[in-house]
């Protein structure tokens, strides 16, 4: 459905991540090597990235394939940040919400970003609109599943929940109520990044002190470079990479 992929380490130009390696986001745009759902990803792009002295992250997102775009090949060679969260979208229903619904999706420090479907979207997760306050629903970003993941996400960090948890939860109730959906979560405060297996492929590639990618799939051939499990839930730093089983949705609270 999409590919993503976050970065904390060393300031560096965002092409060095995103553009340049043989097998970067761009490409993956319109060639993935390991995308298990539909093939293509042009309904839409963003990047995140984070300035130094400065916690809300700046985002450049457009409608269209990310090859498409005249400027993002110049932005990223000149822009600088040591933390970044980008994908590529592969929409559900294409050109549902355009820009609104390309991640990363962002509230305060946060960015965020959902690879995967919510299955019988949206009849599936109604159950689960009880858990949002009603201003929350009527202020989502876009009218489509991510962005509805999002909101839940999002109100259980505003209530003072730690990202793993957050997410964790979030997966196992989404998982309940939508049975056979996909539910990659991505989500990064600049400092540390937060992740979730579950129908898709996610790998990381950490050099523990210095620096931490994680991405859908691998941008390069470099040995370091390990595939997380399925159902999996991954906390990492520039110190390295934690990873906890995601609990069963068969354990998780029971749906309205």
Do not use: K
Request: aromatic fraction near 8%.
């Amino acid at each position: 459905m999409c590919r993503h992929l976050a970065f904390v380490g060393p300031e560096e130009p965002l092409g060095r991540l995103l553009v340049e390696p043989p097998h970067s986001l761009l490409r993956q745009s319109w060639a993935p090597r390991r995308q298990r759902y539909g093939t293509v990803n042009a309904d839409g792009f963003g990047v995140g990235w984070y300035a130094p002295d400065d916690p809300v992250p700046a985002r450049y997102r457009r409608a269209g394939p990310v090859w498409a775009d005249l400027s993002f090949a110049d932005l990223a060679r000149v822009v600088r940040s040591g933390a970044v969260l980008a994908a590529v979208r592969d929409a559900t229903l294409a050109g549902a919400d355009a820009e609104a619904a390309a991640a990363p999706f962002a509230d305060g420090r946060w960015l965020f970003s959902h690879n995967g479907a919510l299955t019988g979207w949206p009849h599936s997760a109604a159950p689960l609109v009880s858990e949002l306050p009603p201003a929350d629903l009527l202020s989502l970003q876009a009218s489509t599943d991510s962005a509805f993941v999002w909101a839940l996400v999002l109100h259980r960090l505003r209530q003072g929940e730690e990202p793993d948890r957050a997410l964790g939860d979030t997966v196992a109730r989404l998982a309940a109520a939508c049975p056979g959906s996909r539910l990659n979560l991505l989500l990064t405060d600049g400092t540390t990044i937060t992740a979730t297996t579950w129908g898709d492929t996610l790998w990381y590639r950490t050099e523990p002190g210095l620096r931490t990618v994680v991405a859908s799939e691998p941008y390069d051939d470099n040995p370091l470079w390990q595939e997380v499990p399925d159902r999996t839930l991954l906390t990492a730093t520039r110190a390295g990479v934690l990873l906890a089983t995601v609990e069963d949705p068969e354990a998780a609270s029971r749906i309205p």
